[in-house]
Nanobody
Framework: QVQLVESGGGLVQAGGSLRLSCAAS????????MGWYRQAPGKEREFVAT???????YYVDSVKGRFTISRDSAKSTVYLQMNNLKPEDTAVYYC??????????WGQGTQVTVSS
């Protein structure tokens, strides 16, 4: 069974930056999409960003121009560079990796807290 391990979360002041990483416990050979979601207290989990197998990237409007998603398929790792962070970005961030065969894996989550 594949496990995803996130790292890079923490506490940062508004305007600061963080870089999240998500690595699989073993290599995944048939990766389709790799992405990030987040869940703020009292809210539902929401989509943040995804990068497709072809390299296409998609973002929720609220993070466009501030966040950048990237992937290293050979390492089964996905990254999220977050710049100009705002208090409303505070949430638990989850990575998600899907395979062409249909399996989907989720990380355990990493806390990002942005102080004003």
């Amino acid at each position: 069974q594949v496990q995803l391990v996130e790292s890079g979360g923490g506490l940062v002041q508004a305007g600061g930056s963080l870089r999240l990483s998500c690595a699989a416990s073993r290599r995944i050979f048939d990766i389709n999409d790799m992405g990030w979601y987040r869940q703020a207290p009292g809210k539902e989990r929401e989509f943040v960003a995804t990068v497709t197998s072809g390299g296409g990237t998609y973002y929720v409007d609220s993070v466009k121009g501030r966040f950048t998603i990237s992937r290293d398929s050979a390492k089964s790792t996905v990254y999220l560079q977050m710049n100009n962070l705002k208090p409303e970005d505070t949430a638990v961030y989850y990575c998600r990796i899907s395979e062409f065969g249909g399996d989907v894996y989720w990380g355990q989550g990493t806390q990002v807290t942005v102080s004003s």
